[in-house]
Nanobody, 123 residues
Framework: QVQLVESGGGLVQAGGSLRLSCAASGRTFSDYAMGWFRQAPGKEREFVAARTWGSQYPYYADSVKGRFTISGDNAKKKIDLQMNSLKPEDTAVYYC????????????????WGKGTLVTVSS
């Protein structure tokens, strides 16, 4: 079992910044990647960013590229998501997820999920 705990969500005005954090505990030794997904009201869960533990290469959705930065601590199995230049369309519940597989941008391939943290961006 793997437990994921997110933090850092909140209310911010458009153009502002937030930093999300996620810490993993449990049986994480075989994890391939950790990442972030988000789900807005009435929308399907979508990929935001991910980071592999091997190459440490970051992956971003086009919608957040250039604004969001994912970072991680390999030893602690922790990831952060620095979100800058936030837009109202970024409003969503953000979920941390891990996968033991090589597909990192599809929710259905994630093995474990956090409970989510709400990010609200006002206009």
């Amino acid at each position: 079992q793997v437990q994921l705990v997110e933090s850092g969500g909140g209310l911010v005005q458009a153009g502002g910044s937030l930093r999300l954090s996620c810490a993993a505990s449990g049986r994480t030794f075989s994890d391939y990647a950790m990442g972030w997904f988000r789900q807005a009201p009435g929308k399907e869960r979508e990929f935001v960013a991910a980071r592999t533990w091997g190459s440490q290469y970051p992956y971003y959705a086009d919608s957040v590229k250039g604004r969001f930065t994912i970072s991680g601590d390999n030893a602690k199995k922790k990831i952060d998501l620095q979100m800058n230049s936030l837009k109202p369309e970024d409003t969503a519940v953000y979920y941390c997820a891990t996968t033991r597989r090589t597909v990192i941008n599809r929710p259905e391939y994630m093995d474990y999920w956090g409970k989510g943290t709400l990010v609200t961006v006002s206009s």
